[in-house]
């Protein structure tokens, strides 16, 4: 990155000093305004036409430009939230009232197509989803994604695990990919940040890799949480190919683009906010009840014996373990101020929570400062900083082959044993491994991150006329971050006590530096006065290197913890260093605000590819007719705006960056380092998986502008899919990276928004995201594959030609042996409704709104029952078993009358290995994600109390995931224990359970 | 209004530096094309890293290997709650084609296989004593890796096409038989003319066989014990002979896989604390009801437990104690195995009272009085339950009940569900129509 800097500062100075001001020109003054309520407009951005020359709208709406060289102007006058104004200015001009109207239906929003380009959302030819602060946030989020939860259609945002600090997977468009990465590019203020998922190493401890599969399953947060929700001013979401082809090979999972809040000129604004609340424990799976022949059968004689001295006593062990109500709270503070020249956005976030789960939790500290300033009327720069720190204690939960994790030493933990603590003393568990509370009270897995994201822009015009303009724009950002992980497992516990060397700390350590440089020239030019042409060309370098380290060590001194505290030690490493390079150029042709076209191509290199010196290329090109503005349009009063819409572009998701090199791995016999050949022979051909998307739509307002209708139809054929071939391992490999095979998703979107009450009083605006996709393997290369999960019988998923790709087979099968499906993890559909209504009265603004998500279908292989049929202790054991209760399908061979024991747990289990279809669950659920009620006290009030020190005042209560309906037997069905996979989500081995979360919300300006 | 164009010169150098920057991309190009940052590559790496990579592979789910063998030869139970198959599908005599089981011990074997393969490419680059001694090591090893996985398919054959070919056939067992002695053979021949000492260095496992002529006698040891697996039992005396039988040396000589605890390092996953209050891998009660009193084999590699475990309806108090740690060895071919081997040629040859001689020195080192063998079925009798306490858990009851057509003597314990298994079935992977 070194040379890079030099080459930018280099730019920087040479532009700096090209920059010549002139004599002369006209100076504006004046006011913006809400058309309707009368009330300034602070932070309103008044800018001259096709440059960068502007100003901002002070505290009271003033705001004075002073425009060189030219005795009339363009102004263009834009606020978020508000349409778009355009006023003509001659000669000097005072007094410049612009009153502004609210886009309640974001027509005029002005969204980000490219590295430096924008449209107005009403001439844009993809269905881009926006989103502001006030639509992010309006309950807090622990992490990022979690707040994109049903805001729009497109997105399906699905947790791994409840563990505090993350771990979830956003989707976009549905299914992309096999063996790829599968998460959107997050670019914030220009900046592509690392969003991977570190491993903290805990597998080593609960060896829940070491038997049926060997995929890790630590659970990890991805980094994108990070992120503090708070700073963001707006997200736009390039969902598929078609509008994120400009970002090339990195786009086949859609674009996320956050950009974070701006200062406002004028008196500095100080924002306040503290939020207090808890945690508990979303829904209960629930335990069977014994009976002292129950605990005979089911743990013999011991278990009897503990039954009768026990008395046959209940302990509700989800109570005791899953029962905490963590305490949250969040301390916000913002400021945001400046003048004309420059300005600034200074945030401060202290938020910690603990989880509902003893000794677990989330703590997130977070600073940012935001500069802009301008050097000339030609030239601006601004700077990002932002510092995070992150540390999450996420207990010990999921898949496990040790029986240490919570979830599986409860369900051998039958609610008539006692096992917990007398006098400071854990009881030894009679029928595991482990005592789950001993473990939960000292076992640690902690995760710590220091994280630095910084990024600067530069602008500069080149040239301007009356006609054209040309601009230059370099972005270069670095992201960088240090990740601890720290799992401590002392030697006092059960399970440890009797390993030879008891007690085990591991100490991860992860460097990761990603790096971007953009160098972007923007050319405008109005080729007559109904023709504008925007021709945009850049390069690309962008950088990633990470560095991730890993020491075991046991035998473990007492009560210490260090990794030298031990007997004896393990270490692991891993470097991935990622290098692209590219290229775009793309002409945007505007005819009269009513045909908008656009054609584009994007090349990159990667020193991924098999061929790191090729450049594989990314044509778009797009159009939009806003038919509307025709003058057959003869429905014009009952349909104000129409506008439809196609694009087609390309993107590609890259190799893995070791999938070129054939390693071998290194071992060691009596202190001799051997190396051995990997299980994965290295392919010298890998290529970028391609995505090709055409997507069609139309755009609509009724009713006065009051109701909006947005549909979008979409159609991706995805070619070379990276697929792991399985070699024979007769051949010393067992697989190998290939491109082949191709994959069809086609789906549709549809946005409804109305805004039924417009008064004074009362502005409700309520909205229904519909949402449907569907996958199928439309040919391959190879034989067709189970993938994801432990093992056929324990349920996975086939890839086949014809077949959608998350469809779930397991050992069933028909009365001709053929293999049935039993279903698909891909939800039907998936439909959200929001509800927000501000009330206006003499004593106050009320604000409710709400937002539930449903998600219809999407089956789920539930393997926590299957633990806890092994451990006798499924709630359901004793129920009777029939075809129905034991979801058998129809036409499988496999019938309920085939057990000797006609109890469902029992009959379950005898059926493991013929039939697994009861494991497999329906994950259909309705949630009440959203909830929120908040009142603001009325300004007259705050004025005569504080003396107009207190600019606003609002108390509240919000809630997130307070309500879940749904038939799923397991904790939630949004679970994942491989994390985010293509292929092989939807495996439920009893997570961390997932929690609800209420706040009681306070906050001012100052 | 003026149009106000940038200075001509202005222009010039942002154009300039423009094409510098693009010019820089050009020539970044060669960055992009760097080694693999975490691991060497196979054209440079010394003949004493694959040789070791092949002796620490040999141990890569052995575990797996040896629990699933001693399962299904009712030697031993594996409670895992975690994984249901080991008291299941294998048990029940339909184990999983994709499942690990089956896999992964397979799939290790050939890891050792395609190691070795290696080795012999680069014993090219060699000559002379130190060429033979390469050979000699990676034929040897390659054989007993596939006799393994022999072993655990018998019927059902191995493959002996590497090239990674999924149409590739299936070998036979007799094909495989023929292939493993042909290395074992050609090792045996390029280990003579092997000089007094190897180009490379073995582990502790091979202490006493870690050169050529020591490492000869293993060889043949695994040569005596591929024969009797054919019935050619005077092969098999003939290779002994060369081997490092011994009726005076301890019953533990031999060469074996030693674990230990150092960075990238394997321990030892049989071993657990007898004494824990759940312990996994149990001896099958039928261990203890068949054995002779005072048989200190019995009293040595079991541990009676006060408590009695109960799992998925399987019953024992049995501990496994044929390992003291998890860095305990365990035995690749033993001295103890060598002298049951001869008695069983000597059966196979009516020579009785040759075969009663080696089997009265096993049973005086286990603390019993000898035993005179009367008639063939006598005999073999006698012999396989030797074979059964000498080598409990070393992955041999179950192969052996097979090969003498024995298995439904093996205890049932669950009527209503278990079967024996008779061989694992061809890994899934191997395949051409994988699964479905």
Known sequence: ?1006 | MRNIPLQKTQLFRTILILVGLASLMMLSCGELNFPNPNAPDLENVPIQTLVSGAEAGMRIDYAIYLRAVSVVGREAYYFEPADPRYTGELLFGRPDPGGFIVNRPWSARYRVVADCRFLLDKANNFSGAEKAGIEGFAKTIMAYQLLLNLNYLDENGIKLDFSGDLNAPMASKAEAFAFIEQNLDEGYTALQAAGDAFPFQLSSGFSGFDNPEGFAKFNRALRARVAIYQNKFQDALDALDASFIDPNAPMDLGVYMVYGTGLGDQTNEIYENPEAPFVKFMAHPSFETDAEAGDQRFASKVFKRSDVTKFDDLTTDLAITVTESDVDRLPIIRNEELLLIRAEANIGLGKLADAQTDINVVRQAAGLGPVTLTDADQAINQLLHERRYSLFIEGHRWVDMRRFGRLDALPIDRPDKDKILDKMPIPETELPESGG
């Open chain 1, 1 to 1006: 990155m070194g040379k890079f800097n030099q080459w930018t500062f280099s730019v920087l100075m040479l532009l700096f000093f090209a920059t010549l001001a002139m004599a002369e020109g006209i100076k504006v003054t004046g006011r913006v305004i809400d058309k309707n309520s009368g009330d300034p407009l602070p932070g309103a951005e008044i800018t001259v036409k096709g440059t960068f020359h502007g100003t901002a709208s002070d505290i009271d709406g003033v705001f004075i430009l002073e425009i060189p060289d030219v005795d009339e102007a363009e102004l263009e006058i834009t606020y978020i939230g508000y349409k778009t104004v355009t006023v003509k200015v001659t000669g000097n001009t005072d007094n410049l009232v612009i009153g502004m109207e609210e886009d309640i239906l974001k027509t005029s929003e002005v969204v980000v197509t490219g590295f430096a380009t924008t449209v107005k959302r009403q001439n844009l030819a993809n269905a881009v989803a926006t989103i502001n602060a006030a639509e992010l946030l309006p309950a807090p989020t622990q992490t990022l994604e979690r707040a994109l939860e049903g805001k729009f259609a497109g997105i399906r945002v699905t947790q791994n695990t409840g563990a505090p600090g993350g771990g979830i997977d956003v989707n976009l468009r549905g299914v992309s990919t096999i063996e790829g990465s599968t998460q959107p590019l997050y670019v914030v203020d220009g900046v592509i940040i690392n969003n991977d998922a570190i491993q903290s190493g805990i597998d080593l401890v609960t060896k829940a890799a070491a038997a049926g599969s060997r995929n890790p399953q630590g659970q990890p947060t991805n980094r994108i949480a990070d992120i503090n929700p708070n700073d963001i001013e707006s997200i736009e979401v390039l969902k598929g190919a078609s509008a994120a082809a400009i970002y090339g090979s990195k786009a086949t999972n859609g674009v996320i683009i956050i950009t974070t809040k701006r200062g406002v000129p004028g008196k500095t604004r100080i924002d306040i906010s503290q939020r207090f609340g808890y945690n508990s424990l979303l829904k209960k799976i629930g335990t069977r009840r014994f009976t002292a022949d129950a605990a005979l059968e089911a743990y013999g004689q011991q278990g009897l014996d503990i039954y009768n001295q026990n008395g046959g006593i209940y302990i509700d062990y989800e109570d005791e373990m899953y029962g905490e109500r963590g305490f949250l709270s969040e301390t916000s503070v913002s400021l945001r101020g400046g003048s004309n020249k420059s300005r600034f956005y200074v945030s401060g976030l202290a938020r910690t929570e603990d989880g509902i789960i003893k000794n677990t939790g989330y703590q997130k500290y977070a600073t940012r400062f935001n500069l802009e300033h301008k050097l000339s009327d030609r030239s601006e720069i601004s700077v990002f900083t932002n510092y995070i720190r992150t540390e999450s204690d996420r207990g010990v939960t999921g898949n496990d082959n040790t029986n240490i994790t919570y979830g599986f030493s409860l369900a051998f933990t039958p609610s008539f044993l006692d096992i917990r603590p007398k006098n400071g003393e854990y009881p030894d568990h009679p029928f595991n491994p482990s005592n789950p509370l001993h473990t939960r009270d000292v076992f640690v897995n902690k995760e710590l991150v220091n994280r630095f994201i910084i990024s600067s822009q530069f602008k500069q015009n080149l040239y301007r006329s009356q006609r054209q303009t040309l601009n230059f724009i370099v972005q270069a950002g670095v992201d960088f971050f240090s990740q601890e992980n720290k799992v401590i497992s002392p030697p006092e516990l059960q399970y440890e006590r009797n390993a030879t060397f008891p007690g085990a700390s591991l100490l991860g350590e992860t460097v990761s530096t990603n790096s971007n440089l953009y160098l972007n020239l923007v050319h405008n030019f109005s080729a007559s006065s109904s023709v504008l042409l925007t021709t945009a060309a850049g390069l690309q370098f962008e950088n990633a290197n990470l560095n991730n380290s890993l020491i075991e060590s046991r035998g473990l001194i007492p009560t210490q913890e260090n990794i030298d505290q031990a007997s004896v030690s393990k270490s692991f490493q891993e470097r991935v260093i990622k290098r692209d390079r590219g290229f775009f150029i793309q002409e945007e042709v505007d005819i009269q605000g009513k045909i908008f076209l656009t054609a584009g191509l994007r090349g990159d290199a990667s020193s991924a590819n098999g061929d790191p010196g090729k450049y594989y290329l990314y044509p778009k090109i797009n159009g939009s007719v806003r038919l509307s503005e025709f003058p057959f349009w003869a429905v014009k009063n009952l349909v104000p705006e129409f506008k439809i819409r196609a694009a087609y572009g390309a993107t590609g998701n890259q190799p893995p960056a070791n999938a070129k090199y054939t390693e071998l791995v290194p071992s060691n016999i009596d202190g001799r380092a051997g190396l051995l050949p990997s299980t994965r022979r290295g392919s010298k051909d890998i290529r970028p998986e391609r995505t090709e998307e055409l997507e069609m739509g139309f755009d609509a307002l009724f009713m006065d502008g009051r109701a909006s209708l947005e549909f979008t139809y979409y159609t991706q054929n995805i070619s070379d899919l990276f697929l792991i071939a399985s070699l024979p391992p007769s051949s010393g490999f067992n697989e190998e990276f290939t491109n082949g095979g191709k994959m069809r998703t086609n789906g549709v979107e549809i946005s409804l928004g109305v805004t039924p009450v417009r008064t004074h009083s009362l502005l409700w605006n309520a909205r229904v995201n519909f949402y449907k996709t569907r996958s199928e393997i439309t040919e391959l290369t190879v034989d067709p594959f189970n993938k994801g999960g432990f093992a056929t019988f324990l349920g996975t998923f086939r890839i086949q030609e014809g077949w959608s790709p998350t469809t779930i087979i397991g050992a069933d099968v028909d009365a001709n042996g053929n293999t049935i499906i039993l279903g698909d993890a891909t939800p039907d559909f998936q439909l959200s409704f929001s509800n927000d209504m501000n009330f206006n009265f003499s004593f106050g603004k009320f604000n409710v709104y709400f937002l539930w998500d449903w998600r219809q279908g999407g089956d789920v292989i539930n393997l926590g029952k299957l633990i806890t049929d092994l451990g006798a202790t499924s709630a359901d054991y004793d129920d009777p078993a029939t075809d129905a209760s034991l979801n058998l399908p129809a036409n499988g061979v496999v019938k309920a009358s085939d057990c000797s024991d006609q109890r469902l747990g029992p009959c379950r289990l005898e059926l493991l290995g013929k039939s697994t279809a009861p494991y497999v669950e329906d994950g259909t659920f309705i949630k009440l994600r959203e909830l929120s009620v908040s009142y603001s006290v009325p300004d007259s009030w705050l004025r005569n109390f504080f003396n107009g020190y207190v600019s606003y005042w609002k108390i509240g209560i919000s809630g997130r995931n307070l309500l879940m309906f749904t038939k799923y037997q397991g904790y939630d069905p949004e679970v994942s224990q491989f994390g985010n996979v293509a292929i092989g989500r939807a495996i439920d081995t009893i997570p961390y359970p997932s929690s609800r979360t209420f706040y009681f919300n306070m906050s001012f300006g100052l």
